[in-house]
């Protein structure tokens, strides 16, 4: 298959994550390109490593430039894709001029990774722009079964909805005791001090504030806990004088974008989601399967990514997320050890990468064969 990828940029996240664990099992099977809207980022530079080409239109919000749609143009015409698969709001809507200017009109689907619990989120034109055009695409694949519903109810109507969580690769992300005495050892932590983790960008749904709240809480009760948080935007003044604020500035390590997330991860002896809107967490997805247990807020699919392996309470409520925190680290080692091992099961059996990317694939060969005039075999239908 020759597959074009659009997607909105391609600095670390979720889906530019999802989309590099795609490749990296794929570009040896497919032709494939990446289109990014914006730069090439930390992602894409990975991505070019696979041999896979990146175009990065350099797409400013402060300074849009309609010019580039003749490069979309242009590169779709060179690449000649068989399908073509946005990720996320804004790629979706060029994914779709994309297939308009395409000489075989391939089919188009769309990939929403997001959702809709906040407010703020269904507000924003761009999310309203797409439930208007959302009859055009092919299908649309969610990574969240609420994410689809949430949409559905939103007005995104019309197409196929098609639902394929995000997948872990379990040998990255595994148990590693070496790791956990490494990283105590690099941030001078003794060796039975609790350490809990935030790994994700700084951005007002991933709510810090809420988080930072939640742990002047924990240690009242927890005065040996320390806590990492760690992605893109961790090292901001903003959110230095936030730690400061709490006055945690001795206990939080700030450890901005790194590139070893999983030993950081596998060092952990709880992990953390304060998200106010999430589709499915790759973080805790990865954490889970280091067999580290995880207290995660019940936004878009986390609590049924959890299961049974950990605790879920509601979005920003800090007291219940303390509450959590605080019952995880006053079990027992041998109790967190064991839920971590269920939880390390529960994603190799139910969401591994290499069945996560299968899963796509078969929805790529359903709607080119659908194009082609075949009746797919009943294998292919992924309502």
């Known amino acids: 298959m020759r597959i074009l990828h659009v997607i909105t940029g391609l600095r670390t996240g979720g889906a530019e994550m999802m989309l590099w664990k795609f490749l990296s099992l794929t570009h040896t099977h497919h032709s494939q390109a990446v289109i990014s809207l914006m730069d090439e980022g930390t992602i894409g530079r990975r991505i ?9 239109l350099d797409l400013r919000k402060t300074s849009p430039n309609p010019a580039r749609a003749l490069d979309i143009r242009w590169l779709t015409r060179e690449f000649d894709p068989d399908l073509i698969l946005g990720w996320m709001y804004h790629a979706n809507l060029v994914a779709s001029f994309a297939g308009m200017v395409s000489p075989r009109r391939p089919p188009v689907l769309w990939g929403v990774r997001h959702g809709l619990e906040d407010e703020e989120l269904r507000r924003r034109p761009i999310v309203k722009l797409n439930a208007l055009l959302s009859r055009r695409p092919d299908a649309i694949i969610y990574n969240s079964t609420i994410g689809a519903q949430q949409h559905a109810a939103f007005g995104f109507h019309g197409v196929q909805q098609i639902v394929i969580p995000n997948g872990f690769d379990c040998q990255t992300f595994r148990p590693d005791p070496e790791s956990r005495y490494e990283v105590r050892k690099e941030l001078n932590l003794e060796e039975n001090a609790p350490l809990i983790g935030l790994v994700a960008r700084y951005d007002p749904l991933k709510d810090h504030g809420g988080f930072l709240r939640a742990l002047a809480m924990v240690v009242e009760g927890h005065k040996s806990a320390r806590f990492l948080l760690v992605g893109p935007g961790t090292r901001e003044p903003e959110l230095e004088k936030l730690v400061a604020g709490f006055g945690l500035s001795d206990r939080v390590f700030l450890l901005g974008e790194r590139p070893d997330i ?3 991860t596998a060092a952990l002896d709880i992990a953390c989601s304060s998200s106010r809107e999430e589709g499915f967490s790759n973080a805790i997805g990865e954490a889970m399967s280091c067999g580290v247990p995880c207290v995660v807020t019940d936004v878009g ?4 990514l959890v299961g049974e392996t950990g605790f ?10 303390a509450g959590a925190i605080s019952r995880l680290i006053a079990a027992s080692p041998s109790c967190r050890k064991r839920l971590g091992a269920a939880a390390r099961r529960r994603v190799e059996e139910n969401f591994s990468l290499s069945a996560v990317v299968c899963r796509f694939e078969k929805v790529f060969e359903h709607f080119l064969h659908q194009r082609n ?4 075999d009943s294998s292919s239908n992924h309502h």
């Open 262 to 264: 999983p030993r950081l």
């Open 48 to 56: 070019v490593r696979l041999n896979v080409p990146v175009f990065a």
């Open 301 to 304: 699919d986390s609590r049924y």
């Open 373 to 376: 005039g075949h009746r797919p």
């Open 312 to 321: 879920c309470v509601p979005p920003s409520q800090s007291e219940a997320l």
